[in-house]
Protein backbone atom coordinates (compact mmCIF):
# COMPACT_ATOMS: atom_id res chain seq x y z
CA UNK A 1 0.00 0.00 0.00
CA UNK A 2 1.26 3.21 -0.94
CA UNK A 3 1.94 5.85 1.38
CA UNK A 4 2.57 9.75 1.77
CA UNK A 5 6.29 10.97 2.35
CA UNK A 6 6.53 11.74 6.26
CA UNK A 7 6.28 15.50 5.82
CA UNK A 8 3.28 15.88 3.90
CA UNK A 9 2.16 13.12 6.14
CA UNK A 10 2.89 15.02 9.11
CA UNK A 11 1.35 17.94 8.14
CA UNK A 12 -1.82 16.20 7.04
CA UNK A 13 -1.97 14.95 10.72
CA UNK A 14 -1.56 18.08 11.97
CA UNK A 15 -4.30 19.92 9.81
CA UNK A 16 -6.76 16.87 10.94
CA UNK A 17 -6.15 17.64 14.81
CA UNK A 18 -7.83 21.48 13.86
CA UNK A 19 -11.38 21.97 14.75
CA UNK A 20 -13.90 21.31 11.41
CA UNK A 21 -10.92 19.76 9.63
CA UNK A 22 -11.66 15.79 8.54
CA UNK A 23 -9.32 13.50 6.56
CA UNK A 24 -10.03 15.09 3.19
CA UNK A 25 -9.96 18.61 4.06
CA UNK A 26 -6.69 17.93 5.59
CA UNK A 27 -5.11 16.05 2.85
CA UNK A 28 -6.32 19.08 -0.12
CA UNK A 29 -4.40 21.87 2.80
CA UNK A 30 -1.64 19.86 2.76
CA UNK A 31 -1.37 19.42 -1.27
CA UNK A 32 -2.26 22.62 -1.61
CA UNK A 33 0.58 23.90 0.31
CA UNK A 34 3.13 21.64 -1.43
CA UNK A 35 2.16 23.06 -4.69
CA UNK A 36 1.87 26.42 -3.63
CA UNK A 37 4.66 28.84 -4.20
CA UNK A 38 7.11 28.64 -1.65
CA UNK A 39 6.19 32.31 0.03
CA UNK A 40 3.12 30.93 1.14
CA UNK A 41 4.41 27.68 3.04
CA UNK A 42 6.77 30.08 4.37
CA UNK A 43 4.54 32.96 5.17
CA UNK A 44 2.22 30.44 7.00
CA UNK A 45 4.81 28.75 9.24
CA UNK A 46 6.35 32.20 10.45
CA UNK A 47 2.59 33.09 10.93
CA UNK A 48 2.09 30.01 13.27
CA UNK A 49 5.71 31.10 14.97
CA UNK A 50 4.67 34.39 15.52
CA UNK A 51 1.48 33.13 17.01
CA UNK A 52 2.86 31.61 20.13
CA UNK A 53 5.55 32.94 20.60
CA UNK A 54 4.42 37.42 19.90
CA UNK A 55 1.30 36.77 21.95
CA UNK A 56 0.08 36.76 25.54
CA UNK A 57 -3.00 37.61 27.57
CA UNK A 58 -3.46 41.28 28.92
CA UNK A 59 -3.31 40.86 32.80
CA UNK A 60 -6.36 42.65 33.51
CA UNK A 61 -8.92 41.85 31.21
CA UNK A 62 -6.94 37.87 30.34
CA UNK A 63 -7.82 39.20 26.11
CA UNK A 64 -5.29 38.13 23.63
CA UNK A 65 -2.40 40.85 23.47
CA UNK A 66 1.10 41.10 22.16
CA UNK A 67 3.73 40.01 24.43
CA UNK A 68 5.39 43.31 25.05
CA UNK A 69 2.28 44.94 26.28
CA UNK A 70 1.13 44.54 29.83
CA UNK A 71 -2.65 45.54 28.83
CA UNK A 72 -4.74 44.95 25.86
CA UNK A 73 -5.86 47.44 23.89
CA UNK A 74 -9.28 47.88 25.06
CA UNK A 75 -8.06 48.11 28.46
CA UNK A 76 -5.54 50.49 28.03
CA UNK A 77 -8.35 53.11 26.29
CA UNK A 78 -9.46 55.80 29.30
CA UNK A 79 -12.44 56.43 26.75
CA UNK A 80 -14.29 53.07 27.79
CA UNK A 81 -16.52 53.28 30.75
CA UNK A 82 -14.57 51.49 33.35
CA UNK A 83 -17.63 50.83 35.37
CA UNK A 84 -19.54 48.25 32.87
CA UNK A 85 -17.96 45.01 32.68
CA UNK A 86 -18.93 42.69 30.44
CA UNK A 87 -17.66 39.03 31.09
CA UNK A 88 -17.59 36.94 28.15
CA UNK A 89 -16.06 32.94 27.20
CA UNK A 90 -13.69 33.57 24.62
CA UNK A 91 -11.16 36.15 23.02
CA UNK A 92 -13.27 35.64 19.95
CA UNK A 93 -16.83 36.80 21.70
CA UNK A 94 -14.99 40.32 22.48
CA UNK A 95 -14.22 40.60 19.05
CA UNK A 96 -17.95 39.26 18.11
CA UNK A 97 -19.38 42.05 20.72
CA UNK A 98 -17.11 44.81 19.44
CA UNK A 99 -18.20 44.75 15.71
CA UNK A 100 -22.12 46.17 17.03
CA UNK A 101 -20.48 49.21 18.05
CA UNK A 102 -23.19 48.92 21.21
CA UNK A 103 -20.65 48.22 23.71
CA UNK A 104 -18.49 50.73 25.64
CA UNK A 105 -17.38 49.43 28.79
CA UNK A 106 -14.53 46.91 29.44
CA UNK A 107 -14.06 42.88 29.56
CA UNK A 108 -12.81 39.53 31.64
CA UNK A 109 -12.24 36.70 29.55
CA UNK A 110 -12.58 33.44 30.88
CA UNK A 111 -11.47 31.10 28.95
CA UNK A 112 -13.68 28.40 28.99
CA UNK A 113 -16.66 27.85 30.92
CA UNK A 114 -17.56 25.11 34.18
CA UNK A 115 -18.24 21.64 32.59
CA UNK A 116 -18.40 18.65 35.22
CA UNK A 117 -17.82 16.65 32.13
CA UNK A 118 -15.40 18.05 31.41
CA UNK A 119 -13.44 17.87 34.30
CA UNK A 120 -13.97 22.15 33.77
CA UNK A 121 -14.55 23.51 37.29
CA UNK A 122 -14.03 27.02 38.57
CA UNK A 123 -10.23 26.78 39.42
CA UNK A 124 -9.58 26.39 35.37
CA UNK A 125 -11.10 29.29 34.28
CA UNK A 126 -10.23 33.24 35.34
CA UNK A 127 -13.20 33.42 38.02
CA UNK A 128 -11.02 34.35 40.62
CA UNK A 129 -9.71 37.18 38.88
CA UNK A 130 -12.92 38.85 38.31
CA UNK A 131 -14.01 38.56 41.41
CA UNK A 132 -11.15 40.82 42.81
CA UNK A 133 -11.73 43.16 39.51
CA UNK A 134 -15.14 43.58 41.10
CA UNK A 135 -14.12 43.95 44.72
CA UNK A 136 -11.02 46.52 44.04
CA UNK A 137 -12.75 48.68 41.32
CA UNK A 138 -16.06 50.48 41.01
CA UNK A 139 -17.67 48.46 38.71
CA UNK A 140 -21.42 49.17 38.50
CA UNK A 141 -22.80 46.49 36.38
CA UNK A 142 -20.90 42.92 35.44
CA UNK A 143 -22.66 41.52 32.11
CA UNK A 144 -22.70 37.81 31.73
CA UNK A 145 -22.16 37.11 28.25
CA UNK A 146 -21.71 33.22 27.90
CA UNK A 147 -22.91 31.24 25.33
CA UNK A 148 -26.56 30.59 26.20
CA UNK A 149 -25.66 27.08 26.85
CA UNK A 150 -26.28 24.49 29.65
CA UNK A 151 -22.73 25.01 30.53
CA UNK A 152 -23.02 28.89 30.11
CA UNK A 153 -26.26 29.10 31.80
CA UNK A 154 -24.16 27.16 34.88
CA UNK A 155 -21.04 29.66 34.85
CA UNK A 156 -23.90 32.43 34.78
CA UNK A 157 -25.45 31.07 37.75
CA UNK A 158 -21.70 30.58 40.04
CA UNK A 159 -20.57 33.78 39.06
CA UNK A 160 -23.70 35.84 40.12
CA UNK A 161 -23.13 33.22 43.40
CA UNK A 162 -19.88 34.84 43.40
CA UNK A 163 -20.94 38.30 42.94
CA UNK A 164 -23.33 38.39 45.48
CA UNK A 165 -21.11 39.75 48.49
CA UNK A 166 -20.75 42.83 46.17
CA UNK A 167 -22.81 46.36 45.22
CA UNK A 168 -22.75 45.60 42.18
CA UNK A 169 -25.60 44.82 39.39
CA UNK A 170 -24.95 41.46 36.91
CA UNK A 171 -27.20 40.99 34.36
CA UNK A 172 -27.24 38.43 31.79
CA UNK A 173 -27.80 39.18 27.99
CA UNK A 174 -31.21 38.66 26.85
CA UNK A 175 -32.63 35.30 24.77
CA UNK A 176 -32.22 36.77 21.48
CA UNK A 177 -29.70 34.24 21.09
CA UNK A 178 -30.33 31.06 20.40
CA UNK A 179 -30.10 28.05 22.43
CA UNK A 180 -27.00 25.92 22.31
CA UNK A 181 -25.65 29.23 19.68
CA UNK A 182 -22.12 30.79 20.27
CA UNK A 183 -21.31 34.26 20.79
CA UNK A 184 -18.78 34.79 17.81
CA UNK A 185 -21.25 33.11 15.14
CA UNK A 186 -24.42 35.72 16.20
CA UNK A 187 -24.99 38.73 13.40
CA UNK A 188 -25.09 41.99 14.89
CA UNK A 189 -28.14 42.88 15.31
CA UNK A 190 -29.02 39.84 17.40
CA UNK A 191 -26.46 40.85 19.81
CA UNK A 192 -27.50 44.02 19.60
CA UNK A 193 -30.83 43.60 20.70
CA UNK A 194 -29.54 41.06 23.32
CA UNK A 195 -27.42 43.65 25.17
CA UNK A 196 -30.21 45.69 25.00
CA UNK A 197 -32.40 43.26 26.63
CA UNK A 198 -29.80 42.01 29.36
CA UNK A 199 -31.92 40.66 32.49
CA UNK A 200 -30.82 40.34 36.36
CA UNK A 201 -29.67 37.00 37.06
CA UNK A 202 -31.84 35.82 39.70
CA UNK A 203 -30.19 34.63 43.09
Do not use: W
Amino acid sequence: MASLPKPVQDLTNAFERLPGIGPKSASRLAFFLLRAADDIPLQLAEALVALKSATGLCEVCFNITMTDQQYCDICSDDRRDAGSLCVVEEPLDVLALERTGGFGGLYHVLHGVLSPIEGIGPGDLKIQPLVRRVQDNQIREVIVATNPSMEGDATALYLRQQLAPFDVRVTRLARGLPMGGDLEYADQNTILRALAGRQEIPE
